[in-house]
């Protein structure tokens, strides 16, 4: 599901500093995000200032930035119901800072992508509910005043690299914003990794092309059909070894301890029987080395090991 509710006007404030909050959670790149709205804000002549909380990068911990630029700005922090853009790089974060949306005027924009926190899924049994913020897209986008709230992470995906989700919300806060487009794609390459650079533009293309495309009707939610008899759960883990950086939080935090480190210091699925298929280690890896995909197929095709790992 993805939506917008579009203002007529620009979020940059007619008087006094432009607040632009960037939430989300460690590994997703707030900081990059806020270090190019500053560079490009120092780029129009403004003062800015900026301040952020991190740190917890490697365990998916919450992650925030202000910004504040302006003719003038005395502090570096924004008040609550002061911001003109809250920007989420993840739903529930970007749920957890609307307090601070500017009310009648302020833009939220959020990829829907969820990353439900381990201890939020306490119940271990197969698709047991969590306690992550159950409001739907299209509740929040009624609450706002302008919203946008793509699913970035989806269109990074078929872009190729899952970490340009956040330079896709980028393209899209580029058009609530009163910078140029040319000078956003100028200050782009001074801060993502060269040989992402080509990526990168498309998906801040992308981002600016998607607000313009007329909004996804919602679907409403269907019951899921119960598999017949004989039909079965496979759960398959896709394992990107390439990017594991060996920190060891999925090995430590499956709940089923299915996981260990191989000779290589790689993630490797070592219980295949055990693994309930619950998402923990997918939610929790800050490096997207792991995906857990789950069908219902026939009992026929279901292999030896009710879990499967795919390694790429
Ligand atoms: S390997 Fe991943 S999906 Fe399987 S039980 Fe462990 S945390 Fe859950
Ligand atoms: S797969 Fe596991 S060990 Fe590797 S980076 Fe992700 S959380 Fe860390």
């Not at 956003?184 to 092309?209: C, D, I, M, S, Y």
């Not at 055990?274 to 997207?288: H, I, M, Q, S």
């Not at 095709?301 to 390694?311: G, I, K, L, N």
């Amino acid at each position: 599901m993805n939506a917008k509710k579009k203002s007529a006007k620009s979020v940059v404030a007619v008087s006094g500093p432009t607040n632009v909050l960037i939430v989300g959670v460690g590994g997703q790149g707030v900081i990059m995000v806020s270090k190019i709205l500053a560079r490009l804000s120092q780029m129009q002549g403004l003062q800015v200032k900026q301040s952020e909380v991190h740190g917890m990068a490697k365990r998916g911990g919450s992650v925030f930035s202000h910004i504040r630029f302006g003719e003038e700005v005395w502090s570096p922090t924004i008040p609550m119901g002061e911001a003109d853009v809250v920007l989420g790089l993840e739903w529930a974060e970007g749920l957890r800072w609307l307090r601070y949306l500017k009310p009648g005027s302020g833009t939220f924009i959020s990829d829907t992508k969820r990353i439900v926190p381990p201890f939020s899924c306490r119940d271990r049994h197969h698709d047991a509910l969590h306690g992550y913020a159950h409001h739907t897209v299209a509740e929040i986008v009624k609450q706002v005043p302008s919203a946008y709230a793509p699913n970035a992470t989806g269109m990074a995906i078929e872009l190729g690299n899952e970490r340009v989700a956040n330079t896709i919300l980028l393209g899209v806060l580029s058009t609530v914003m009163d910078f140029p487009a040319e000078d956003w794609l100028q200050v782009l390459p001074e801060f993502v990794p060269p040989k992402t650079l080509e990526t990168n533009l498309k998906a801040f293309e992308a981002g600016r092309h998607w607000t313009t495309q007329p909004p996804v009707p919602e679907v409403q939610e269907q019951a899921v059909p119960q598999p017949q008899a004989p039909m079965r759960r496979q759960v398959s883990l896709e394992i990107t070894g390439e990017w594991c950086k060996s920190c060891d939080i999925c090995v430590k935090m499956c709940p089923e301890r299915c996981l260990a480190l191989d000779d290589h210091q790689i993630v490797e699925l070592v219980k295949p029987n055990a693994c309930t298929g619950c998402r923990v280690c997918e939610w929790l890896c800050p490096d997207f080395v792991i995906a857990v995909h789950v069908d219902v197929v026939p009992l026929e095709a279901v292999s030896a090991d009710t879990t499967t790992e795919v390694r790429i």
